[in-house]
């Protein structure tokens, strides 16, 4: 409940805002200039949207010597009980930090029933999974170690018995933690390197920072259609997603094959109307990660902007209104290590 008076809150701001369009687009006949498109959105901006959507930082104090640990294990296929996946198999940096398949592959080829989100920048996120079950980064790790469809293990004693029979391993847990490897150790130095993946520096960001230039006129287009259609009284914050629970088919069911798993929330608080409620997932570098939505079911980006507005906001979008808003969201693309992703 407690995020509904929140959602009332943007919503009204939005509808405020269409009205405040619609009075400007009435004035544009007595004469105005088209300039004025930029300066109702300079308003816009910095009335409606400075607090709702925030940059990614460029760092973030983390413990070094926790983040170079994690990252190894992250890597390492040792830590499946076939020796054969690791975290990276289905959370790949070089592919968005996901696999980009519908539903991901574990151990003994077992298919899982859910789509694998992205790693990168998760650590903004104010609950991990779909559902939200897990309330942090170290809390969400137990969960593929130990889920038969992923990793498979049964015990915590292999793993640990495998760490601290390795001497880089023993040295790097002594670094970081002073001790022999733990389960808690572990889950830490995992939690610290995913904290870690931050990807900051899109052209969105450089915008949201100050650097007018870095969206060209269609990107910003698309911004102004993101913002005043309502897109951004889900997906907003650092992540652009990753702050609020919210229903998947709002006006329209998202998807009419139904497979996958659409129990949501419900799953945890067996409340009816929980059903089909998931954490709002976060659209930063959105166009590396298809297929799109929990279940995989939207194969491109266009696909998936034009299911949200009939579903989410009960509205259609032209051909060249989804163009621009596709255009917009390849602009929320950052770097990683000062790389472009
Ligand atoms: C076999 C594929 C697979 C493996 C291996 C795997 N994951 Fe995942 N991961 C998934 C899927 C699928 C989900 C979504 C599950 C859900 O929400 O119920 C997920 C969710 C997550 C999330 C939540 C992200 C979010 O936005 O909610 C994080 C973080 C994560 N995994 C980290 C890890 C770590 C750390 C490891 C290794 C210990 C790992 N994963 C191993 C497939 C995998
Ligand atoms: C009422 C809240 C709400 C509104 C409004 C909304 N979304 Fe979403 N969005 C969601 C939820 C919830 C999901 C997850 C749906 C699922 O996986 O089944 C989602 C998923 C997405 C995805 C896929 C993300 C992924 O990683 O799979 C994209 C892209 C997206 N939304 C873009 C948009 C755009 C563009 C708009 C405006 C036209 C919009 N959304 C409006 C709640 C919303």
């Known amino acids: 409940m407690k995020r509904q008076p929140h959602l009332f809150f943007i919503l009204f701001f939005v509808i405020a805002l269409t009205g405040y369009f619609a009075f400007n687009e009435n004035s544009k006949a007595d004469g105005k200039q088209p300039t004025y498109i930029s300066q109702e959105f300079e308003i816009l901006e910095k009335q409606q949207t400075e607090n709702l959507i925030q940059p990614i930082p460029e760092s973030l104090p983390l413990n070094s010597q926790k983040v170079i640990l994690g990252e190894k294990l992250f890597a390492d296929k040792n830590l499946s009980a076939t020796k054969t996946i690791s975290c990276s198999s289905c959370h790949n940096l070089a592919l968005g930090g996901t696999d980009q398949k519908a539903v991901s592959t574990g151990i003994h080829n077992r298919l899982g029933t859910i789509n694998a989100p992205t790693v990168f920048n998760s650590g903004f996120n104010f609950v991990q999974f779909w559902d939200g079950r897990a309330p942090d980064l170290a809390t969400q790790a137990v969960s593929p170690l130990f889920n038969e469809n992923e990793m ?177 969201l390849k602009a929320l693309t950052g770097e990683y290590k000062k790389h472009p992703l």
């Not at 590396?288 to 998936?304: Q, R, V």
Request: aromatic share 10%; charged share 20%; net charge neutral.
């Open 152 to 328: 498979g293990n049964t015990n915590w004693e292999s793993i640990i018995s495998y760490l601290n029979k390795d001497n880089e391993y023993r040295t790097l847990f002594q670094n970081a933690y002073a001790s022999p490897a733990t389960p808690k150790a572990l889950l830490d130095s995992l939690s610290e390197y995913q904290k870690s993946l931050i990807t900051p520096n899109s052209k969105l960001d450089q915008y949201l920072k100050g650097d007018h230039s870095a969206l060209n006129t269609l990107e910003l287009e698309g911004y102004q259609l993101f913002i005043n259609r309502g897109c951004i009284s889900c997906h907003q914050g650092i992540n652009m997603g990753g702050n609020l629970y919210q229903k998947a088919g709002v006006f329209k069911e998202l998807s009419t094959t139904k497979t996958g798993d659409w129990d949501g929330r419900y799953k945890i608080t067996k409340n009816i109307q929980d059903k089909g409620v998931f954490k709002v997932p976060s659209l930063r570098n959105i166009e590396l990660t298809a297929p799109y939505f929990h279940d995989g079911s939207a194969k491109t980006l266009k696909a998936a902007v034009e299911s949200m507005a009939k579903s989410q906001l009960g509205t259609e979008l032209t051909e060249q209104e989804s163009y621009k808003i596709v255009t917009f």
